[in-house]
T-cell receptor, first 114, second 112 residues
Framework: GENVEQHPSTLSVQEGDSAVIKCTYS??????FPWYKQELGKRPQLIID?????GEKKDQRIAVTLNKTAKHFSLHITETQPEDSAVYFCAALGGTGGYNKLIFGAGTRLAVHP | NAGVTQTPKFQVLKTGQSMTLQCAQD?????MSWYRQDPGMGLRLIHYSVGAGITDQGEVPNGYNVSRSTTEDFPLRLLSAAPSQTSVYFC???????????FGSGTRLTVV
């Protein structure tokens, strides 16, 4: 089945710097790649997603890139702010194991220091 | 719309007890899933459903049962609770073709 690996597990940046989180997936049939943000004690919230027919997508300070050949995708956050501090999860959906199976990476804890 | 509603929010069980975690959504979503979240391990898929009467196993299904008798409800049953099932459980739903999953607020379960 699908396996999603996420790096790094923790990331510490200064306010205003950029942050990059990388994920790789194993199943070439996966076709949808969302990113979720989870604040302490809260539920995961979808922040951006990308489909396999698109190489890059941007929403204000957040962007996601996808390289289907290498089977990896990345989250880029520019001009980080303290409120960006949270755990971020990548995920992959649509692999051969089931078109509705959304498999998550282990998460990245991002800390943005003022 | 209430979105995805999970009950209870907190539960303590003794080893060997059984219980059902409730999940309901009012968005007419066909797709529903259950995840457990443990420190350092992300969200792991337990069971999922693509519609009423249709369920399938995820990554960690052992010790859990599900059924989907209606579009709105997707309960998760722990048959005989074990300390290893101590976790935070999230239910999520999505509409076909929209992909993005909406999560409930979670149930924090402790098995002693």
């Amino acid at each position: 089945g699908e396996n999603v690996e996420q790096h790094p597990s923790t990331l510490s940046v200064q306010e205003g710097d950029s942050a990059v989180i990388k994920c790789t997936y194993s199943d070439s049939a996966s076709n949808y790649f969302p990113w979720y943000k989870q604040e302490l004690g809260k539920r995961p919230q979808l922040i951006i997603d990308i489909r396999s027919n698109v190489g890059e997508k941007k929403d204000q300070r957040i962007a996601v890139t996808l390289n289907k050949t290498a089977k990896h995708f990345s989250l880029h956050i520019t001009e980080t702010q303290p409120e960006d501090s949270a755990v971020y999860f990548c995920a992959a959906l649509g692999g051969t194991g089931g078109y509705n199976k959304l498999i998550f990476g282990a998460g990245t804890r991002l800390a943005v220091h003022p | 719309n209430a979105g995805v509603t999970q009950t209870p929010k907190f539960q303590v069980l003794k080893t060997g007890q059984s219980m059902t975690l409730q999940c309901a959504q009012d968005m007419n979503h066909e797709y529903m899933s259950w995840y457990r979240q443990d420190p350092g391990m992300g969200l792991r898929l337990i069971h999922y459903s693509v519609g009423a009467g249709i369920t399938d196993q995820g990554e960690v299904p052992n010790g859990y049962n599900v059924s989907r008798s209606t579009t709105e409800d997707f309960p998760l049953r722990l048959l005989s609770a074990a300390p290893s099932q101590t976790s935070v459980y999230f239910c999520a739903s999505s509409a076909p073709g929209r992909y993005g999953y909406t999560f409930g607020s979670g149930t924090r379960l402790t098995v002693v």
